[in-house]
């Protein structure tokens, strides 16, 4: 069974902070690492992907990738109200490339 | 109709009844997708389809069906609703060679 592992929060940061999400995954196959953001009563958005160890940047999200670790992360830099929302970690594996899940991390940025 | 649609929005459903939910994408992406979301339990693989014309089974495939006639749709169907069915159901489609999913606005499904 593979898994995907999300500590699931609330995790409260105040605006402008780094907020810092994380993610381990259980399959060492694991191939593909994405990040979805999800806003209450919405469907999940695509917002990163990465597929090779290190950091990955874009605006003020970086993905960080360390497979011998079997992590990933998401960093959010100045942080804003906007901002909050349950943030989901997706792992591709296998020669199907189906996601599994995270159940997500709820994150809250505080005027 | 731009990316993904979803139809109905939100269903309450008499346990029993026999139920399809719809999913069409203008996209012309090949692989589709179902999703069910429940508290906790985050996203999981129903049903998926990598090109029109097949289908294979996901994570919780018991108790539903689909089809891919055609690229644009892909229709999930309940033969018989059960109370353990009721969720928030995400269709999603990709491109070939691309794993990141695009996701409809979701429908939610009571089921009593």
């Known amino acids: 069974q593979k898994e995907v592992e999300q500590n699931s929060g609330p995790l409260s940061v105040p605006e402008g902070a780094i907020a810092s999400l994380n993610c381990t995954y259980s399959d060492r196959g694991s191939q593909s690492f994405f990040w979805y953001r999800q806003y209450s009563g919405k469907s999940p958005e695509l917002i990163m992907s990465?597929?090779?160890?290190g950091d990955k940047e874009d605006g003020r999200f970086t993905a960080q990738l360390n497979k011998a670790s079997q992590y990933v992360s998401l960093l959010i830099r100045d942080s804003q109200p906007s901002d909050s929302a349950t943030y989901l970690c997706a792992v591709s594996s296998g020669s199907a490339r189906q996601l599994t899940f995270g159940s997500g991390t709820q994150l809250t940025v505080l005027p | 109709i731009a990316g993904i649609t979803q139809a109905p929005t939100s269903q309450i459903l008499a346990a029993g009844r026999r139920m399809t939910l719809r999913c069409t994408q203008d996209m012309r992406h090949n692989a589709m997708y179902w999703y069910r979301q429940d508290l906790g339990l985050g996203l999981r693989l129903i049903h998926y389809?990598?090109?029109?014309?097949?289908?294979g089974k996901g994570e919780v495939p018991d108790g539903y069906s689909v089809s891919r006639a055609n690229t644009d749709d892909f229709p999930l169907t309940l033969a018989s609703a059960v109370p353990s069915q009721t969720s928030v159901y995400f269709c999603a489609s990709s491109t070939s060679g691309e794993e990141g999913k695009y996701f409809g606005p979701g429908t939610r499904l009571t089921v009593l």
């Open positions: 990465i597929y090779s160890n």
């Open positions: 389809s990598n090109t029109a014309g097949t289908t």
